[in-house]
């Protein structure tokens, strides 16, 4: 069965911080679920702190039967970070393996996004895709890059994101903050189970219209 045919498109953001974050109001995927809202893109948002509620969480989202889990935290070359909580990768892999079967993950997550994740979540879970930043990246540009993404997204076809068309609008993104992304996707050809693709930046020279060059004078 395809992706459209057994889940939704909708999505379900989860979100836990440091308490320096909370007090300074730094919460990413609050804005992002702000911005969905004005563009009637279905949407939920949970804020967690500990790995009891992110457990729990997954299971609403679950129910939800929402097609793209998004997930904002601090993260490490080893962990993601809650409020309360450090989980490993593995540990990871293993709460949320069984909620991402035909269904999409973006992470974002600072150095989290990479192969000792992957390797305990695509193989096992059936999960279509999961993309996060190569880089640390501040949450002023981590806000406003995966809202424009999704409002690219939905804009262009509001019932799934399909391969090429995710690709295509991960480029303008990542064009437009400077900021690459890893692509990781199942593949049935890799005997790892995924395949890895980033996103970089693409240097475009051009001419606005009207702007005056020396051959013009």
Known sequence: MSEKQLTKPGVFIIESLSFDDEQFKRFEGQ????????????SKYYYIRTCKEFIKVLDL?????????????HGSDTHLHLTLDD???????????????????FLSACQATKESLIKH????SMCYSVIGPVNNIQFR?????WAA???LMF??????????????????????FGEPLNYFSTSSHNTK???KKVVRVQHLNYQSAGEETDDSL
């Open 193 to 195: 189970g995924y395949k």
């Open 87 to 105: 989980l490993s990768f593995s540990e990871t892999g293993e709460l949320i393996k069984n909620h991402l079967s035909k269904r999409r993950l």
């Open 155 to 176: 804009k262009s076809n509001p019932k799934i994101m399909k391969r090429e068309l995710l690709i295509h609008n991960l480029q303008k993104v990542v064009n437009a």
């Open 61 to 73: 989202f679950h129910q939800s039967n929402y097609r793209y889990l998004h997930i904002s935290c």
């Open 141 to 145: 540009d981590a806000a406003i890059s």
């Open 31 to 42: 804005l992002i679920a702000n911005i969905l809202d004005l563009n009637l893109i279905p």
């Open 121 to 124: 979540i695509i193989p096992e």
């Open 149 to 151: 993404f999704y409002h």
